[in-house]
C-alpha cells in the first residue's frame, strides 16, 4: 500500500445557480494576462451544450485521455514515436477559434467620435490583434440554452440518446437544464503530465496538486489535446501552457481556492482523500463498466489503522490524516457514493466529484395551478426530464447504476426531510424511499446537513501544507550568502 | 599558400567567434532566463496552413542536416557510398528533394506569417532576420545541390577535413580557398546562424525533449522530506 494524500473537491450540482461568480473570480486573480484572455481556468457550462471549448467532449476529434490498446494503457493523443514528429504540429491541437477570440470594446471612441449624424458606437475589439472584430462566438455562448438547436442539439452525451429522449428534452415546458462548473480535475492519471515532453508538467507529491512549471515549459502543446476535459491551455503570447494551480498560494496558507471562497450557491467542497498509488496503472486499465467502483476502492479509510500506519511510513503528517477524517469529501464519495467523477472513461481518474442533479419536481399546470401527479410528491428518477442516460453518460461512463443510486439516496434524503420538515408526506413512504435508496434515516440527516446547512469550515477542510517542513527549509539558509547577489527576478517575458 | 584576408577572417576566426558565442549565450540563457526558452509556437492562432509550413520544413531541414553530420562524421563511408554512380545518384536526388521541402515549407511559414494578422502580434524582428537567413541558406544549399553537383562527394572530401581542422584547432584553409563563391556563403551563413542561435527562438533546438522517449508516463515532485529519500513514482 503505497498512501498518498490529495486535495480532493466535490462540486454538487443540485446548488448550483449557474451565476458564474467563480469564473470572475478565478479570472480576475489569475488569467487577466496578455495571451490569457481567452482562458477560463473555471467555467461554467450548461448543460446540454456544446461547452468550452466547443464540444470538448468528443474525443474522436479532440482524443484526449487514455485508450486500453492489446492491454496496454496508453494515451490517445499519442504514442510515444509520435512525440517528437507531433512536436512540429499536433493534429488534434484546438486552435482559438475551437475556443473563441475574446475581445474588449473601443470605448474611447463613444467620447472621441467626432460629431456626425449617428450615435457613435463602441465597437469590439480583438484582444489578439487590437483590430475591429466580429464576435462570432464566446467562452458561454450557449448559457441557458441559448441556441439550442445549433449548440446543445450538438452535445456529444447525445449519442446514446433515442431521438424520443431528445425531443422530449428540448419539448416546450419540459425543458430540462443544469450547470455544470468545471476546473483542473487534478487527477491520480493526467493525460497532460503524461503527455509533457518538457517534464514540466508535474503532480505535487504532498497534496496531489497538478502543476505546470513555467521555466521547463517549451511550449510543445502535448498536453493540451492529451487532457481530455481541455484545461490545460497555450499562452500564445509567452509561449508556454498554463492550467488552473488549484490557487496553492492560497491553500498552502489555508484558505480555500479562489472559485471555492466566492461560490455563491455554496456548491463546493473541499478536503483530503487518502488513496492508494499501487493500484493507479491496474485501476485506469479496468473496463468502463468497472472504473467507478475501482476508482472508489483506491480511496482509502483515514480511520483504518493499517492505513494510518501505512500513511506515516509514507510521511504523511498526522494534521494532514485529522484533515482527512474531517474531510467533507471522503463523505460524499466514499461513504454516501453519491459524488461521481466526470467522465472517468477518460481514464485520468479525476479527483474532482459532483453530486449529479435531480432535475425540476416533475409536475403540470393546469389553469395556473401546479399540480403534482406523482404519489410521492417528487418524480421517480428513471422518469427524470433530463433523461438518466443523458447524465449517465456524463458521469457514469455511459452507465446508469451508479447515477441511478446517486439519485435515488438524493431523492430520499428530501422526502425524508419533507415527511419530517411539511409533513405532508407519509413517514413511511419517506422510509421505504430511504430503504429503497440504501439509506438510513441518520444517513439522510448527515446529508441533509452537509448540503443544506453547510458551514464554511464544514466545506472546506484544507489540510495543513507544512511548508516549513519543505525542502528549501531543510537547506542551510547561509549557503547562499553572498553567492546568489540580490536576485532579480524576471517578468514572464516572452522569448526572442 | 596564403589565403586572402577576408577568408582568414570567415574561415579560421568568425567561426570560431560564433560557436563561443553560441555556447557562452545559450548556458547564460538557459540558466539566468529560463522562462525564454520556448518553441513559440503559432499553431494556436493559426491552425490551417500551420501544417504545410512547419512539417515540410522540419522534416526537410532534419534530413538535411543529417546528410551533412553524416558527411562530417563518416566520410569514408560515404565515399564509399556514392563510388557506384547510381547510388551517388540517388544520395544527391533525396538530398534536393529534402532541401525542396525545407524551402517549401519554409515559404509556406513566411506568406503565413505576413497574410494572417494574429501572427503579426507575435512576430519579433528576430524572426524576420531567422526566416531571411534560413531562406538564404536553404535556397543556397539548394542551388549548390544543384549547380555544384556531387556534393555528397566533395563535401566528405574536401570540407570534412576542414572542419575537423577547425575542431583540432587548427584550421587549414586551404580546403576552403578554392572553393566557390557560393559554397563559402554557405560555410559563412551556417556559423552566422550558429551564433545568432541563442539570440532567437532557435534555442528550442537545445531543449529537444529526447528523455521524453524513456521517462515514466507520470512525474511526482515533493517538496517535502520524501524528496531526499529520492522517492517518486
Known amino acids: ?496 | 599558400m596564403n589565403p586572402a584576408y577576408p577568408d582568414t577572417f570567415l574561415f579560421a576566426i568568425f567561426p570560431y567567434v560564433a560557436l563561443a558565442v553560441c555556447a557562452i549565450e545559450s548556458l547564460r540563457r538557459y540558466y539566468a532566463q529560463p522562462f525564454t526558452y520556448s518553441s513559440l509556437s503559432s499553431q494556436f492562432l493559426e491552425n490551417q496552413y500551420h501544417f504545410w509550413g512547419i512539417v515540410p520544413f522540419h522534416f526537410g531541414l532534419m534530413a538535411v542536416l543529417a546528410g551533412h553530420l553524416a558527411a562530417f562524421f563518416v566520410p569514408r563511408t560515404l565515399l564509399l557510398w556514392n563510388s557506384v554512380p547510381a547510388r551517388l545518384y540517388l544520395l544527391e536526388a533525396t538530398g534536393f528533394i529534402f532541401a525542396l521541402l525545407a524551402l517549401i515549407g519554409l515559404t509556406n511559414l513566411i506568406v503565413r506569417r505576413i497574410t494572417e494578422p494574429a501572427l503579426r502580434v507575435v512576430t519579433t524582428p528576430m524572426d524576420w532576420v531567422v526566416l531571411a537567413l534560413l531562406a538564404g541558406q536553404i535556397s543556397l544549399g539548394a542551388y549548390i545541390a544543384l549547380f555544384r553537383p556531387w556534393g555528397s562527394s566533395w563535401f566528405a572530401a574536401s570540407l570534412t577535413p576542414y572542419l575537423w581542422s577547425l575542431l583540432k584547432l587548427s584550421p587549414d584553409l586551404s580546403y576552403v580557398a578554392t572553393m566557390p563563391l557560393t559554397v563559402k556563403l554557405h560555410i559563412t551563413g551556417a556559423f552566422a546562424l550558429a551564433g545568432l542561435l541563442p539570440f532567437t527562438r532557435l534555442v528550442h533546438l537545445l531543449v529537444m525533449p529526447l528523455p521524453y522517449l524513456w521517462r515514466r508516463p507520470q512525474v511526482v515532485r515533493w517538496t517535502g522530506p520524501r524528496r531526499i529519500q529520492g522517492a517518486s513514482l
Open chain 1, 1 to 496: 500500500m503505497d498512501v498518498r494524500s490529495q486535495i480532493s473537491m466535490v462540486f454538487h450540482l443540485d446548488k448550483c445557480i449557474g451565476c458564474h461568480t467563480c469564473s470572475i473570480a478565478c479570472k480576475n486573480i489569475w488569467t487577466d494576462r496578455g495571451g490569457t484572455e481567452y482562458m477560463w481556468w473555471n467555467n461554467v457550462e450548461t448543460k446540454p451544450g456544446t461547452g468550452y471549448p466547443t464540444r470538448w467532449e468528443d474525443q474522436e476529434s479532440y482524443r484526449g485521455g487514455w485508450e486500453v490498446k492489446d492491454g496496454e494503457l496508453r494515451l490517445k493523443s499519442m504514442s510515444k514515436a509520435r512525440s517528437l514528429t507531433d512536436l512540429f504540429h499536433h493534429p488534434s491541437q484546438p486552435a482559438l477559434d475551437e475556443y473563441y477570440e475574446p475581445w474588449t470594446y473601443d470605448y474611447q471612441n463613444l467620447f472621441n467620435a467626432p460629431e456626425g449624424d449617428d450615435q457613435p458606437t463602441a465597437r469590439p475589439v480583438s484582444m489578439v490583434t487590437g483590430r475591429h472584430t466580429e464576435i462570432k462566438a464566446g467562452p458561454n455562448w450557449d448559457d441557458d440554452l441559448g441556441g439550442s438547436p445549433v449548440y446543445a442539439a450538438n452535445d456529444p452525451n447525445f449519442s446514446n440518446l433515442n431521438d424520443e429522449q431528445r425531443a422530449q428534452l428540448f419539448a416546450v415546458e419540459r425543458l430540462a437544464m443544469f450547470y455544470f462548473p468545471r476546473i483542473c480535475n487534478h487527477c491520480l492519471n493526467p493525460g497532460c503530465v503524461a503527455a509533457c515532453p518538457s517534464g514540466a508538467l508535474h503532480k505535487r507529491g504532498e497534496d496531489g496538486i497538478v502543476l505546470l512549471d513555467q521555466t521547463r515549459c517549451r511550449g510543445w502543446r502535448a498536453c493540451v489535446p492529451a487532457c481530455p476535459y481541455k484545461k490545460t491551455f497555450y499562452n500564445w503570447k509567452t509561449g508556454k501552457s498554463e492550467k488552473c494551480i488549484l490557487c496553492f498560494p492560497r491553500v498552502e496558507t489555508g484558505q480555500a481556492p479562489a472559485c471555492f471562497h466566492s461560490c455563491v450557491g455554496r456548491i463546493r467542497y473541499l478536503g483530503v482523500l487518502l488513496y492508494d498509488a499501487d493500484k493507479l496503472e491496474l485501476t485506469a486499465s479496468l473496463p468502463d463498466e468497472e472504473l467507478i467502483e475501482a476508482h472508489r476502492d483506491m480511496i482509502l479509510d483515514p480511520n483504518d489503522p493499517a492505513v494510518i500506519a501505512a500513511a506515516r511510513r509514507n510521511g504523511i503528517h498526522d494534521s494532514v490524516m485529522e484533515s482527512a477524517r474531517k474531510s467533507p469529501v471522503y463523505q460524499f464519495v466514499k461513504v454516501w457514493k453519491i459524488a461521481l467523477p466526470p467522465h472517468i472513461e477518460y481514464r485520468t481518474l479525476p479527483m474532482l466529484f459532483y453530486v449529479p442533479p435531480l432535475s425540476p419536481v416533475l409536475s403540470s399546470k393546469s389553469e395556473g395551478v401546479i399540480k403534482n401527479e406523482t404519489e410521492t410528491l417528487f418524480h421517480e428518477v428513471d422518469n427524470a426530464r433530463a433523461p438518466l442516460a443523458y447524465l449517465a453518460r456524463l458521469f457514469g461512463a455511459g452507465h446508469a447504476a451508479k447515477v441511478r443510486y446517486a439519485l435515488k439516496k438524493e431523492l430520499a434524503v428530501r422526502l425524508h426531510r419533507r415527511a419530517l420538515e411539511v409533513g405532508d408526506l407519509d413517514r413511511a413512504a419517506a422510509d421505504r424511499a430511504l430503504l429503497e435508496a440504501d439509506c438510513t434515516a441518520q444517513e439522510a440527516e448527515a446529508i441533509y446537513k452537509l448540503t443544506a446547512l453547510c458551514t464554511f469550515d464544514d466545506r472546506f477542510v484544507i489540510p495543513p501544507s507544512h511548508r516549513e517542513m519543505a525542502i528549501e527549509m531543510l537547506e542551510d539558509p547561509q549557503e547562499r550568502k553572498q553567492a546568489a547577489g540580490f536576485g532579480f527576478l524576471a517578468g514572464p517575458r516572452r522569448g526572442a
